[in-house]
């Protein structure tokens, strides 16, 4: 990753928490493990796209505990299994 420090610095820190089958969140798919990490509620069910488009976010994974960064860019709606 480049710029890896730079980027860890400027993150906002966020709390993964756990997904809901059937519920709707925003966040990341987890680098270490392939799965969902939840940050946030998507109370739109799926209908609207992150509201962040710029930023970082470092999350840790509740799957595997890797903990990453990742862009906004990166933030995806998906529903708990
Ligand atoms: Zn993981």
């Not at 998507?42 to 595997?64: E, I, M, R």
Request: net charge neutral; hydrophobic share 35%.
């Amino acid at each position: 990753m480049p710029d890896a420090q730079m980027t860890a610095k400027r993150a906002i820190v966020v709390s993964a928490k756990a997904a809901a089958g059937g519920s709707w969140y925003y966040g990341f798919a987890c680098r270490g493990c392939g799965g969902d990490i939840a940050v946030f509620d998507d109370k739109s069910n799926g209908d609207k796209p992150p509201a962040a488009t710029t930023g970082h976010f470092a999350v840790t994974c509740l799957h595997c505990a890797d903990a990453g960064t990742y862009e906004a860019t990166e933030m995806k709606s998906f529903q708990g299994k």
